[in-house]
């Protein structure tokens, strides 16, 4: 009919309108934005070439009284001399001096330690043995036991931060990656030590920091992939 014919004239002139393209020249891509960082000057000086420290991977540093520290370290490779019981501080990271070279907290890699209430300290790591021990000093040369076996399990590669007046230490492994924990432990003394949480996941070899007041781990291994995660305490 011709009412008919005449919808039918209607739908086809508005699908026309709607579907031909007022432009005919070709699209253009819509360009990718990505977030470009902010360059930073950036330049490291070199302090030592020639150390007296012998070769070590492993060691633990901490900053306190106003030197920088380095205890033990080394390998299990004879060409470096095999793991080290010692302690060496400097000032400008040029000239090192050995405050001892046989601590009492022997020959041992893959500890943490931090500064804390007047003193430095070496917690766990790995000797002949996986360790859980707690060690202090104030003078880098004479270390004191604080306990030989705290309340967490024995451990390496662990992080480790002082934070609200305590020392955490947080997951870690049983030497090279295996079998990562998650438990996170604290003291305020270093000798009594109450376990306060566990992390979202196992992980060892990561970062651990304070900013913000508040703890934060970042990355690290959980025995079989590497990560990239950010968590906050």
């Given at each position: ?93 040029a000239?090192?001096y050995?405050?001892?070279a ?9 500890m ?29 040369a ?12 024995p451990?390496?590669d662990f ?10 230490v ?27 949480g ?9 970062g ?26």
């Amino acid at each position: 009919s011709a009412a008919r014919r005449a919808e039918t004239h209607r739908i086809s002139k508005c699908l026309k309108i709607v579907t031909t393209p007022t432009n005919t020249a070709p699209p253009t891509a819509t360009p990718t934005v990505t977030s470009t960082p902010t360059a930073v000057n950036c330049t490291w000086v070199l302090a030592s070439g020639n150390s007296p420290l012998s070769l070590r991977t492993w060691s633990s540093c901490v900053t306190y009284s106003g030197k920088m520290w380095l205890f033990g370290g080394g390998s299990s490779c004879p060409y470096m001399g095999g793991v080290k019981a010692d302690a060496w501080w400097t000032t400008n990271g040029a000239s090192w001096y050995q405050a001892t070279a046989n601590a009492a907290f022997g020959k041992r890699q893959n500890m943490s330690s931090v500064g804390f209430n007047g003193k430095m300290w070496i917690i766990g790591g790995y000797t002949s043995q996986l360790d859980n021990d707690v060690w202090s000093s104030t003078d880098g040369a004479i270390w004191t036991c604080a306990t030989v076996s705290a309340n967490f399990s024995p451990r390496a590669d662990f992080g480790c931060v002082v934070y609200n007046n305590k020392i955490w230490v947080i997951g870690g492994d049983q030497v090279g990656g295996v079998n990562p924990m998650n438990d996170v432990w604290c003291s305020s003394d270093g000798v009594n030590w109450s376990q306060a949480g566990v992390l979202p996941s196992n992980r060892t070899f990561m970062g651990t920091v304070v900013l913000n007041n508040k703890i934060w781990v970042i990355g690290g291994y959980d025995g079989g992939n590497s990560l990239n995660d950010v968590y906050s305490s």
